[in-house]
């Protein structure tokens, strides 16, 4: 076991690695640049060369990686060129909400996901599998974006009410700090409740109709006990792969959730970066999530060795 960790995290360093040429490269691409915005919001002196030089972003870029690089493996993050504020100290204000938009999002779709799953399985062809089925294709169809613009729309056009759109803090009132992310979180999860809620079915379904399985049914075993001891640890494995793909786009809906519903956490920082072309805070961000979704993989393939252990071989 000890051996295959170290080699997945062998991977995983790698993967950083790559993972950071990307971060630091692509947002250059970006169109616009963020001189010419800084000298139009009258920021700065009227020198463009001046200005670009004191930014750092006249010497050619791989020095520029190589500086970026140097300072993350100290644990800085850098600087905003807006606001001069570190990029790791915003992070630190921002990161807790990102993380209770995007924990509570997967709780709901773990929790909606596999009992609807195994239901569908174990009663399959009969209107429960049917309704469960249907409702999985509208969840993978509708955009979560376009749900959650019509959660705001319609009840405030229909009933005069929407949802809160402005940020409470814990300590000022701690239920609307809770509720306040009830609702995002609970459309963020829909999609990925849908897939898997169908690999669940699926897996099952094939495991059920394992030999061991008929077995088990026909020593007189309970039906729960044959379900859940039995069949649905061995049919884990693929929803796991496909929860750690999830995780990752639950942090990337982040983004547009954050914004919609006025949350101030990693996704709407890097928004609002973007628009700014405010590169250091938009490497920051995206190395943040990155690795994120590099230590959830990390944890998937840890699971997979403890749900199978010939896997470790």
């Given at each position: 076991m000890r051996k295959y960790v170290l080699r997945r995290l062998l991977i995983a360093t790698s993967s950083l690695f790559l993972a950071s040429l990307g971060v630091f490269s692509l947002p250059r691409l970006i169109p616009g640049d963020v001189v010419q915005l800084m000298l139009e919001e009258r920021a700065y002196g009227k020198d463009l060369e001046d200005l670009r030089a004191k930014l750092g972003l006249n010497r050619p870029i791989y020095i520029q990686y190589f500086e970026w690089a140097g300072r993350v493996v100290q644990g800085e993050l850098g600087e905003s060129l807006?606001?001069?504020?570190?990029?790791?100290?915003?992070?630190?204000?921002r990161l807790p909400?990102?993380?209770?938009?995007?924990?509570?999002?997967?709780?709901?779709?773990?929790?909606?996901?596999?009992?609807?799953?195994?239901?569908?399985?174990?009663?399959?062809?009969?209107?429960?599998?049917?309704?469960s089925r249907s409702l999985a294709i509208v969840g993978l169809s509708v955009p979560g974006f376009w749900i959650a613009t019509m959660v705001i729309l319609l009840p405030s056009l229909w009933w005069n009410w929407?949802?809160?759109?402005?940020?409470?803090?814990?300590?000022?009132?701690?239920?609307?700090?809770?509720?306040?992310?009830?609702?995002?979180?609970?459309?963020?999860?829909?999609?990925?409740?849908?897939?898997?809620?169908?690999?669940?079915?699926?897996?099952?379904?094939?495991?059920?109709?394992?030999?061991?399985?008929?077995?088990?049914?026909?020593?007189?075993?309970?039906?729960?006990?044959?379900?859940?001891?039995?069949?649905?640890?061995?049919?884990?494995?693929?929803?796991?792969?496909?929860?750690?793909?999830?995780?990752?786009?639950i942090l990337g809906g982040t983004?547009?959730?954050?914004?919609?519903?006025?949350?101030?956490?990693?996704?709407?920082?890097?928004?609002?970066?973007?628009?700014?072309?405010?590169?250091?805070?938009?490497q920051g961000v995206n190395l943040v999530i990155v690795s994120v979704v590099v230590l959830m993989n990390l944890a998937v393939d840890a699971c997979y060795a403890y749900l199978d252990p010939r896997i470790r071989y």
């Open positions: 807006w606001t001069k504020r570190p990029v790791l100290e915003e992070l630190g204000r909400v990102s993380l209770k938009l995007g924990l509570l999002a997967l709780l709901f779709s773990v929790s909606i996901a596999l009992p609807i799953g195994i239901l569908a399985a174990i009663r399959q062809d009969s209107l429960a599998d049917y309704v929407s949802p809160p759109i402005q940020f409470t803090e814990f300590s000022v009132d701690p239920w609307a700090h809770v509720s306040q992310f009830i609702i995002p979180a609970f459309i963020l999860g829909i999609a990925s409740s849908a897939a898997i809620m169908r690999l669940t079915r699926a897996q099952l379904l094939e495991v059920l109709r394992q030999d061991y399985v008929r077995t088990a049914w026909a020593k007189g075993v309970r039906e729960s006990a044959v379900v859940l001891r039995h069949s649905l640890k061995n049919s884990l494995i693929p929803v796991i792969t496909v929860l750690g793909i999830q995780i990752a786009q983004v547009i959730f954050e914004t919609i519903f006025g949350l101030p956490g990693m996704g709407r920082f890097l928004f609002d970066a973007i628009n700014q072309r405010d590169y250091p805070v938009i």
